[in-house]
């Protein structure tokens, strides 16, 4: 399997991209140009990546394709298809979204985010784009969340069924799904389902921790791998059944200290378990 993260400096050209990779012991990565780049910009570092034995995990099209606003969700569907491309064009696992909300803010909860309603919007949106796009080399996926579809493993089973595209696959984030003390008390059984049921569909997976305080009534908060309760020895085991170039993406940490501190636990439990992390 891969580990990768963000940089810790803003890099020039494919060489120091890739030199910063090495440095810090990374094998995947994130999409290292924006979508204005032209083509010969894009096929540098795509053939960068690959002479360094470097996957390109990930695009990120962070926004809100199923917004009320007309305007917010027609530029939301236009990133969408935009960043598609561009992980189309330099080659990479996938390119992420969320599903995106009904309500203000476009990663937070809403009452209607969980309907079938809104369901319906979510398959009609995914297929939009990638219906516009009709990428050869990467596919669109939903990074799962905890208040918005995909939720469960069974509502990404769902939407898989619904929007029934080729090009549709899988962003797994299972710090996302646990949502409940249930879930965080059994998350190695709930990890176990992830790979059941969607493992040949996943592209790319975030690679983070969450613990559960005692303050009434349930309190979960995202901390770094190695400080919470995902049971890293069953989330890499099953990781590694996918193949060799499977990402695991560390983020959301606040200083590079703790990205180092987060894939030395990573690698130590690996290493445990029998996991190659390349």
């Avoid at 050209?13 to 894009?42: F, G, M, Q, R």
Wanted: net charge negative.
């Amino acid at each position: 399997m891969r580990l990768g993260g963000p940089l810790h400096r803003k890099c020039t050209d494919p060489d120091d991209w890739i030199k910063e990779l090495h440095d810090l012991n990374y094998s995947a990565a994130s999409c290292p140009v924006k979508a204005d780049a032209d083509d010969d910009t894009v096929r540098a570092y795509a053939d960068a990546a690959k002479a360094a034995d470097i996957v390109i995990a990930e695009v990120g099209a962070w926004s809100n394709p199923i917004s009320p606003d007309d305007a917010i969700r027609t530029e939301a569907l236009e990133t969408c298809k935009t960043q598609l491309a561009l992980a189309d064009r330099i080659g990479a696992n996938c390119c992420v979204n969320i599903a995106g909300s009904r309500g203000e803010k476009w990663d937070g909860p809403c009452a209607e985010d969980l309907t079938p309603e809104t369901f319906d919007l979510v398959v009609e949106s995914v297929r939009e784009i990638i219906d516009a796009v009709k990428p050869t080399r990467t596919f669109y996926t939903l990074e799962t969340m905890p208040w918005m579809y995909p939720d469960s493993v069974d509502s990404y089973v769902r939407l898989m069924e619904a929007i029934d595209r080729e090009r549709f696959a899988v962003h797994l984030d299972p710090a996302n799904l646990i949502s409940s003390p249930q879930r965080y008390f059994g998350n190695a059984a709930l990890l176990r389902e992830c790979f059941e049921k969607l493992g040949p569909h996943i592209k790319s997976c975030h690679a983070k921790d969450i613990l559960m305080s005692d303050e009434f009534t349930t309190h979960l908060s995202e901390v770094r791998p190695g400080m919470g309760a995902m049971d890293y020895a069953v989330f890499l085991t099953e990781a590694d059944k996918l193949g060799p170039d499977i990402p695991l993406m560390l983020e959301h940490l606040p200083t590079p200290v703790e990205y180092i501190m987060a894939a030395t636990h990573v690698r130590a439990v690996a290493d445990d378990v029998g996991v190659t992390i390349l």
